[in-house]
Every structure is written in structure tokens, then in C-alpha cells.
């Protein structure tokens, strides 16, 4: 099994920055893709960015330039740094990893509970 643990989130003046981190552990043999998607009150939950293990990134148009995916495959982690938030982006940001464990053959979604990001005008 793999456990995914958010931190990072919180509230926010519109215009402002946070940056989410999201750190994996377990029986993990190898980490695939890591994203972050997020899910507002109501709505359908979204990939907001996602990031390959050899580097590749792909973002959803809406965050293009603003928003930034890293991670570190040594330590298992990956990070979102936000910049220039919208009240629009008030949602729970989820962390997202395909991954391989030692314990169960092949690839499985795993996911965070999630960290609250609120958006204040």
C-alpha cells in the first residue's frame, strides 16, 4: 500500500501564493506519474497538474504560468507552487501517484485525503 500525505494548504488573499506539498510512503517500489487535482464544492474534480518520473509536466490551461509541479524521486515527494490565486481556486487539492508496490503486483491510483485551499477576495 502507498499513503499519501498533503500539506501546505490554507487560506489565502486572491493575488497570493501557497505551495502544497505531498510526500509518499509505504511498501513503495516505484512511483509513475504524480499530479494534483482539485475538487470545488459542487463540482467535478480536475487535474490541475501532472508530472512524469522522468520530469515531463502537463498543466490544465487554467493555471498555465502560474502554477508550477515539481517533485523529488529520492524522497518520494511532489509539490505545487501557486502563485497569483484566484477565488475560483477555492477547492480540496488532492495529491495523485501510480505506483508499484512491493507487495501487490502491478500499478495502482493511490490518493491523498486532500488539503483545503480557500481563495479570499
Known amino acids: 500500500q502507498v499513503q499519501l500525505v498533503e500539506s501546505g494548504g490554507g487560506l489565502v488573499q486572491a493575488g497570493g501564493s501557497l505551495r502544497l506539498s505531498c510526500a509518499a510512503s509505504?511498501?513503495?517500489?516505484?512511483?509513475?506519474?504524480m499530479a494534483w487535482y482539485r475538487q470545488a464544492l459542487g463540482k467535478q474534480r480536475e487535474l490541475v497538474a501532472a508530472?512524469?518520473?522522468?520530469?515531463?509536466?502537463n498543466y490544465a490551461d487554467s493555471v498555465k504560468g502560474r502554477f508550477t509541479i515539481s517533485r523529488d524521486n529520492a524522497k518520494n515527494t511532489v509539490s505545487l507552487q501557486m502563485n497569483s490565486l484566484k477565488t475560483e481556486e477555492t477547492a480540496v487539492y488532492l495529491c495523485y501517484a501510480d505506483a508499484r508496490t512491493y507487495t501487490v503486483s502491478g500499478r495502482y491510483d493511490y490518493w491523498g485525503q486532500g488539503t483545503q485551499v480557500t481563495v479570499s477576495s
Open positions: 508530472i512524469t518520473r522522468g520530469g515531463s509536466t
Open positions: 509505504g511498501s513503495i517500489f516505484s512511483i509513475n506519474d
